[in-house]
């Protein structure tokens, strides 16, 4: 793989948020005073300024929806893919707070992930960056015997990552940063101890190796190494 395309893959850490502290405190009294609801009103907003003011992230979703669709998508479908990705992020404000009545949660696998917890071993659980892992984690608060714990990069999310702790501190001890010198040691401590750890395995930090496999049409560097830390 050449230079550039390392450069371009770890892109996505370096990138920095387009938020602040205020509007992120003030989006969270909102959706806990006021409701789902009106929240969801106060997004609306949200979505049309990113939608306006942030080119690269608008270009990404057209390239992103013509490969999807099949055809160049109407600027109402670019707003429902801002729209879409926001309302997903609002939702870990519920889930922090443990409001399951808002949610149509279906559980898939529970006998498999029972059943390698009662043997006291740990596991884990591979995704990528489509829907809400707060919902693994908000789950796993609920059982009394099982610990859910996430493998994450969060150094490009510093400030989103401070506002939901502030809503829940005992979500900041889910969280092994990855990039971290004993990162791998505390994974591994976790699972001796018979925790389920979510890793999202479709990103990579540039350094990695990876394996290119046909996506949407096109080539795409799925990186090996969750696979290797799963195998070790």
Sequence with gaps: ???????????????????????????????????????????????????????????????????????????????????????????????????????????????????????????ILMGAHMGSFEVVRAIGRQQPDLRVAMVMYEENARKINAALAAINPAAVRDIIPLGQLDSMLLVQARLEEGTVLGVLGDRTLGRNPTLSVPFLGQPAEIPLGPMRLAAM
Excluded at 3 to 30: F, K, V, Y
Excluded at 87 to 113: M, P, S, W
């Design 1 to 123: 793989m050449s230079t550039a395309d390392l450069a371009r893959q770890a892109e996505w850490a370096r990138q920095q948020e387009r938020s602040n502290m205020t509007m992120l405190r003030l989006m969270t009294w909102i959706s806990l005073r006021l409701g789902r609801r009106v929240a969801r009103v106060v997004l609306l907003g949200t979505s049309l300024y990113f939608l306006l003011f942030t080119r690269s992230a608008r270009l990404a979703s057209r390239a992103y929806l013509l490969r999807v669709l099949g055809r160049p998508p109407r600027l109402g479908e670019i707003f429902r893919h801002f729209h879409s990705f926001a309302a997903c992020i609002h939702d870990r404000v519920y889930l922090l707070n443990d409001r399951f009545d808002l949610f149509d949660i279906e559980l898939h696998g529970e006998a498999v992930i029972k059943a390698v917890t009662a043997s006291g071993r740990g596991a």
